[in-house]
């Protein structure tokens, strides 16, 4: 992965001519005056680890997976939000991690986690590194050091039962390995977020990952049926069975946890046979309201695709639902993509019997050259950002959720927030929105904008940003429908669950991480 952008390198392409010009003209984008630094050029502090924890460290795992070079640090630092890109770009590297430290297994991480806590080293554990709130930022100042815990070597499918269709992962493993190996069994997943392409299952399951095809799949969290996870105080198994009624189900004080109360090494999933078939098509509505409307019919009483998404007029005019036609749009009204995945002939049941809904909500059927678009460029968007960057734009995203009834005031809330504090500060912006995810009582919104960097890309973020976490939470939303809380959201997370659920949530750690060691900063406000 680009160490200060998103992805293959090999996969980044520039902004075309015309779409730069467009952004010149209508938000004042201008070439930033430096460009990004290369890697040798970064700011990095000497690191504070002890020569005796890194020996101890390699006891544990080998000498050859403690790594304490520039590289390994500078591919450890933050995640990949656009503050955390815009401040590596420009050499910013002085919250890396001292050392990355690569386990093998579950008893080798219980060992780095009792010499942590002996040693009062901060742990992140690392997965793709795709956070975008946060989630790799931790407050370790108190801390004698800090590591990454990387787990790619945590690799395996470990188990596929075919009877009960379940397959027990573990967390390092990157999706695209985890569907290929799952499918030369006959099954999938079925997950495919924006990150698919580089994050991994154990971040998944810690962030509460939900994807593209969670209409039909579910989301990340639904199919988790159990989980093993180190914690400083040791192992623990939950999940032994699909239901149970014995006591409060523990696998969701680790399912979003961020990696707070301790580290996933492996993960058991529900799976589906692969499907016979796919289908992506396209339909038109006049308004977002018109197309909210359909997409909650269909969520309420069925057939429900397999992807269901609803771009907004001002999502679908550039184009950003079809990445590989932005600026070559100019399409009218707000485009919704439906997706059937299964068996043939169910699919095809499901696709009619969806049509009719669609039409008699007031949609257009456009056929399948829209769906068949967006799902060729489905991951394309975060290159994209990295093109928007380079030209002097600012591009970042934030997402919510709520009930159907609330979503016209939530959507108006944020979008107003977002553009009133740019323009003030200077850079007015596009907003557009989607949604993405959908359920019986209501759905996500999923914004993107994008407005010139100006004189401090990131002081305008942020406060702009914190003007849409307060509207999200005026207007009844959750600060995070799949993003995770991280740093960025933590405030608001706590204002969303009381301080009481805080306390609770504090108590938990105490018990299994009475060092703090975990993630300091990630999910928990500091103790009042």
Known sequence: ???NGWGDPARAAPLPQPVAALL?????????????????KVRLGAPRLPGEALTELAHAVGDAHVRADAESRIRHTRGKSTPDLLRIRAGDAADAPDAVVLPASHEEVLQV?????????????????????GGLAPRAADFTGVIALDLRRLDALVEVDPVSRTATLQPGL????????????????????????????????????????????????????????????????????????????LRQLVLGSEG??????????????APETAVYEG?????????????????QD???????????????????????????????????????????????????AAAGVLADAGGQELGPEPGESWEHGRFNAPYLRDALLEVGAFAETLETATFWSQIPELYAAVRTALTDTLTAAGTPPVVMCHISHVYPAGASLYFTVVSAQGDD???????????????????????????????????????EVGPLAVDVLRAVKERLDPAGILNPGVLLPPAR
Do not use: N
């Open 174 to 249: 990157r999706a695209p390995r985890a569907e290929a190996l799952l499918r030369e069994k006959g099954f999938t997943l079925g997950h495919f977020p924006q990150s698919y392409e580089w994050a991994s299952i154990g971040g998944f399951a810690a962030a509460r990952s939900s994807g593209q095809a969670s209409a039909g799949y579910g989301r990340f969290d639904e199919m988790v049926l159990a989980l093993t996870v180190a914690t400083p105080q040791g192992t623990l198994r939950l999940g032994r069975a699909p239901r149970s009624a014995a006591g409060p189900d």
């Open 457 to 495: 890309a990131v002081a305008h973020w942020t406060r702009a940003k914190r003007a849409a976490c307060d509207a999200i939470i005026a207007a009844g939303g959750t600060i995070s429908h799949h993003h995770g809380v991280g740093t960025d959201h933590r405030d608001w997370y706590a204002a």
């Open 1 to 3: 992965m680009a160490w």
């Open 260 to 273: 707070t109360f301790g580290v996933i090494t492996s993960v058991t999933v529900r799976v589906h046979p």
């Open 24 to 40: 010149h003209d209508l938000l004042g984008v201008r070439t930033p005056h430096t460009p990004s630094i290369p890697m040798g």
């Open 113 to 133: 986690l009792r010499i942590c806590t002996e040693r009062r080293i901060a742990v992140v554990p690392f997965g793709g590194g795709t956070s975008v709130v």
């Open 302 to 352: 069925g057939p429900l695709p397999t992807v269901l998404r609803l771009s907004d007029e001002t999502e679908t005019m550039i184009g950003l639902a079809r990445p590989d036609r932005i600026g070559t749009g100019g399409d009218s009204g707000c485009l919704v993509i439906a997706g059937f995945e299964g068996e043939a002939a169910e699919v095809a049941r499901r696709r009619e």
């Open 283 to 299: 339909w038109r509505f006049p308004t977002f309201e018109a197309g909210t409307a359909a997409l909650r019919r269909l969520a």
